[in-house]
């Protein structure tokens, strides 16, 4: 890009509303845990001016990570939006987490935003990038969103630019690696003691500048002599990627018939405006270098050459393929282009709780112009988690408050907010992540983009009475705020489970229940909901006489107990003769065994998949009642279970893990030792395997973090319900063991 200086049009800590979306740039940074990301808006920000001092992660004093457990935790959980000016634009940064716990955060910033930048630590991704930062670029590739690399911690020993360029070309490339190549060379300062050389400047491949920062102030100066060479053989590369990714015939006609220096006869402005084609179009890849601006200076290095790119290089809202749109009832529609005069559309990307202004949303306007007082339709049915039953459609006519431009913890006010920008909308209805805004009168609904399932329970239960009554409410904000979460109210086991993506998801569940709801709760294991069933014959007699004064009780009935399919539920049968027990009787009688079932036998589970055939009793004419009987034919059941084998039933869940090839060996033996069948294998794209296979939900409670942990992050799993199944004896003695043997009473 053109090395110039520029004025900093943002005043420090507001930024001016974009008026129009060719003015608008969108942009997610997308990066593994620790590669700089908040850093690297600190720069942006503070190179921009909107910033008078870059904050630090180690302080908590950044402007991404202003909730209070990100400052004591160092590091991103949530998505935070910081728009900064830069040549006339308003560049909206969105930091994202890089964390795998978190990545509900991340698929958000990718629909917020209209390009990515990938930052990748040189320090921590020298062998390889992150298998997360891999993961999320292939769905970068499947939507062709533009992107562009910055690699971080060059300031750092035994670190290479040269080595992150070649595995981010051979990461990222894929069959072409010259897609993927550097706009800047790292400039280095002479070796200190420890043998590493400072990272000093950048060499401008295409105007061949040396921009220099070893003052504090940014300098172009020529380059030496001895760096013509190498600085020649890499500018020619580029300038091939260029035009072959521009797909522009003419210039690489021009360029090959100029020789060896073909580059030096082009223009430098034909040859940015080639860059920034390829760029836009998702078919070239600049890599740039990064570091944090030094004490007291106002740039850090790359810093001005980032903004540069996101201005000139990246799209405009403009240049974006409008959403899929229907209407509420699911018939397709025409989504409306990016017009500030169109009619409004507009998503909740985010949600999140103030506690002073209460809820608000994070929109992206893709249509339209939103402003302050304006009545809006609201719709929506959630976000498309994987696994999880699909949401009714809600609806409102909503008025829409006050308007605000965030800048992390700040909220400036704004006036409007045109097509392809992003603003706050404080109390919103009830708005939740992922509902859709239009035209009052005209509703739409924009199609949800995908999360992943969350398979990590935790039970949760109030800590204390008072507790109690605030917990159902704050654990129902919790999850509008977060679709990655999931809230389970088990029937069976009469637990309050949240399902999370992880151990570090889970505690900042927990921790936000507590400090930002102030509802104490406890965590507790979670309890898979067992089955009992007969493994045989049985039969039993239920007598049920009381006499002592006043109105009697009796009632007497034997039953016989007989095994049915798995799935076959409790048939009653009916084989009384000769009327000893009473025809209005009888629905007692199954009444009450059938209430018995539900409370279970041995350990407390219902009882399935029995046939209970009524074959003879007693009745008094005076003392008999419905009640009676209804207690005769529990004590019946509880008599045949003690006379027979009882059975524990546990769920079994089909298994699909997506894995590396060079995992499947551990993965399937791992899978073997959770007493898993493995049904079969199949090939993906990208050198991974699919297994499938067959495995007792009891052992993969923690198995979101085992894979994780077995496979370095790079396994994922989905799992389904597939049947109830006979524990092995010895298991279901021990469970026996732990939740007490005993019948429960009637």
Known sequence: MGEKTHAHPGAAGGVPAAGHPSAVRNVVLVGHSGSGKTTLVEAL???????????????????????????RRHRSVHLSAVPVAWDGCKVNLLDTPGYADFVGELRAGLRAADAALFVVSAAQEAESVAATTRAVWEECTLVGMPRAIVV??????????????????????????????????????????????????????????????????????????????????????????????????????????????????IDISTLIADLERAVARG?????????????????????????????????????????????????PRTAPACDPEGPLLAEVVKTSSDPYAG??????????????????????????????????????????????????????????????????????G????????????????????????????????????ADEDKLSHALARLVAEDPTLRLEQNPDTHQVVLWCLGEAHQEVALERLRNRYGVQVDAEPHRVALRETFGGR????????????????FAICEIEVDPLPAGSGIEFVDKVVGGSVPRQFIPSVEKGVRAQAARGLSAGHPLVDVRVTLLDGKAHSVDSSDAAFQTAGALALREAAADARIQLLEPVCEVTVLIPDDYVGPVMSDLSGRRGRVVGTEQSPGGRTLVRAEVPETEIGRYALDLRSLTHGTGRFDRTHARFEAMPPQLADRVRAEQGDGSPGA
């Open 538 to 553: 049985g039969s039993g007699r239920g007598r049920h006489v009381k006499q002592s004064g006043g109105h009697g009780q």
């Open 283 to 331: 078919s070239f890849f600049p890599v740039l270098a990064a570091a944090p601006a030094a004490d007291g200076a106002r740039q850090g290095i790359g810093t001005v050459e980032l903004l540069e790119l996101i201005t000139r290089g990246f799209p405009t809202p403009l240049e974006r393929t409008p959403p899929v749109v229907t209407t509420p009832s699911g018939v």
């Open 430 to 465: 009830e708005a939740e992540t992922g509902d859709t805004l239009s035209a009052s009168g005209d509703p739409v609904l924009i199609e949800p983009w995908s999360t992943p399932d969350p398979l990590l329970p935790t039970a949760v239960r109030a800590h204390g009475k």
């Open 152 to 265: 971080t911690h060059l300031d750092t020993a035994r670190t290479s630019f040269e080595e992150m360029t070649r595995i981010c070309a051979e990461t990222f490339g894929g069959d072409d690696p010259d897609a993927v190549l550097p706009l800047y060379l790292p400039v280095l300062g002479p070796e200190g003691a420890d043998g590493h050389a400072p990272l000093t400047g950048l060499t401008g491949l295409l105007t061949q500048r040396i921009l220099d920062y070893s003052s504090g102030e940014r300098a172009e100066l020529p380059p030496a002599p001895e760096q013509e060479g190498p600085l020649t053989q890499a500018r020619n590369r580029l300038i091939e990627g260029i035009i072959a990714e521009s797909e522009d015939e003419s210039l690489m006609d021009r360029y090959l018939d100029g020789g060896d220096g073909g580059g030096d006869g």
């Open 45 to 71: 920000a503070l190179t921009a001016g909107a910033l008078n001092r870059a904050g630090r992660v180690e302080d908590g004093a950044t402007v991404s990570d202003h909730d209070e457990i990100e400052r």
């Open 359 to 428: 809820r608000v949303s994070l929109v992206r306007v893709f249509s339209g112009t939103l402003r302050p007082d304006d009545t809006v339709h609201l719709c929506g049915h959630g976000l498309d988690a994987a696994g999880q039953e699909p949401r009714p459609c809600h609806e409102a006519e909503v008025r829409v408050a006050s308007l605000t431009s965030p800048f992390g913890r700040q909220q400036h006010p704004v006036d409007r907010c045109v097509a392809g920008d992003l603003v706050c909308v404080a109390r919103l």
